[in-house]
């Protein structure tokens, strides 16, 4: 009688609490439609819609496939959740999740490790509510949340009571935030793989059509935004692009995948930001950079996949 292999089992968590939900149920949706059935057993999962699925899945999954962007996902929560049971999930762990959620606390490091960022003044309680403590930042200047993504809460400010009206808004919801220079520039993002050894995949350039900034809109509107990938950009920038994102990544410590938010203006690379869980909807910028490496959506999780199960 023919053996039936057992396949590896993976849990993919989508959903979740913070405010990135919607975005996360589309990468959730996004990877389990293009996980080969017969290699894998897959089960897709909504934590908060159902603590009973996750619980049942833990006791004997090969892999969690962590697709909770922001709070509660992306923070280091569920790592910790998972690192407790001693479960294998793909991507970066508990401090390095967290320190990259931060992005205050990822700024100090970037510059420790000598990269270039933003001014920035950190606003977290309503004694920083000060004109004099920003002005010296210039304007215009963005105001943003320090631990959230898909540029929920930011906004750019053309004047200085326009920035300290966002500010004190975001405090009053609950959000410790930031105001930074503004760098009129060009946007790149640069993802990155692997686990001993990291690759830069081709860098993808961001012009928002209709915004200075790549706000929610332009994120997940279509036709909002030009992808550029690869971005036409000069070899010897690219490559300082790319060792930039490799930098940032092991500088926050982080595995298995990545994509660092830079701006380049006058030469200079500013960096942004670090996600340690990209977007895996089916038009998110991790995707159409391993596509221009000619891997499709199933090559691109089949790869992290393999990655999450050797470390
Ligand atoms: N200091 C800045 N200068 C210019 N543009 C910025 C700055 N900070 C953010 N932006 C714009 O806002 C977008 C979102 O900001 P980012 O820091 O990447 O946060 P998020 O986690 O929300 O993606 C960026 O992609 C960029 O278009
Ligand atoms: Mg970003």
């Not at 290699?39 to 899945?57: G, R």
């Not at 309680?125 to 000060?130: G, K, P, T």
Request: aromatic share 6%.
């Amino acid at each position: 009688m023919e053996e039936r292999v057992q396949r590896p089992k993976i849990l993919i968590l989508a959903g979740g609490w913070s405010r990135e939900r919607e975005v996360s149920l589309k990468s959730g949706e996004g990877v389990y439609g293009c996980i080969p059935k017969d290699l894998y057993e897959v089960t897709l999962c909504d934590p908060k819609e159902d603590m009973a699925l996750l619980f049942s899945h833990l006791k004997d999954v090969d892999l969690v496939i962590n697709l909770l962007h922001g709070q509660k996902g992306e923070d280091g929560s569920m790592q910790g959740f998972l690192e407790i049971l001693g479960v294998r999930y793909l991507g970066s762990r508990v401090t390095a999740s967290a320190v990259a959620m931060d992005k205050y606390i990822s700024k100090l490091i970037y510059q420790k490790a000598g990269l270039l960022v933003p001014k920035a003044v950190p606003v977290f309680e309503r004694e920083d509510l000060n004109e004099e403590r920003i002005k010296g930042l210039g304007l215009p200047l963005i105001v943003k949340p320090i631990n959230e993504g898909s540029s929920v809460g930011l906004s750019l400010c053309e004047d200085l009571s326009s920035a300290m009206k966002a500010l004190k808004e975001g405090l009053e919801m609950g959000m410790r935030m930031l105001a930074e220079e503004y760098i009129q520039g060009r946007e790149l993002t640069c993802c990155v793989i692997g686990n001993r050894e990291l690759m830069a995949l081709p860098i993808i350039e961001i012009i928002p059509l209709h915004s200075k900034v790549f706000d929610y809109t332009s994120k997940y509107e279509a036709g909002k935004t030009m992808e550029i990938c690869p971005a036409d950009i000069d070899e010897d920038v690219a490559k300082m692009v790319k060792d930039t994102a490799i930098t940032s990544h092991k500088a926050l410590g982080l595995r298995t995948w990545s994509r660092t938010d830079m701006i380049l203006k006058e030469g200079k690379i500013y960096i942004l930001e670090t996600n340690t869980l990209p977007g895996m909807t089916p038009n998110s910028l991790f995707p159409l950079a391993a596509k221009a490496m000619g891997w499709d959506m199933t090559q691109l999780v089949l790869k992290l996949i393999k990655l999450g199960l050797e470390d």
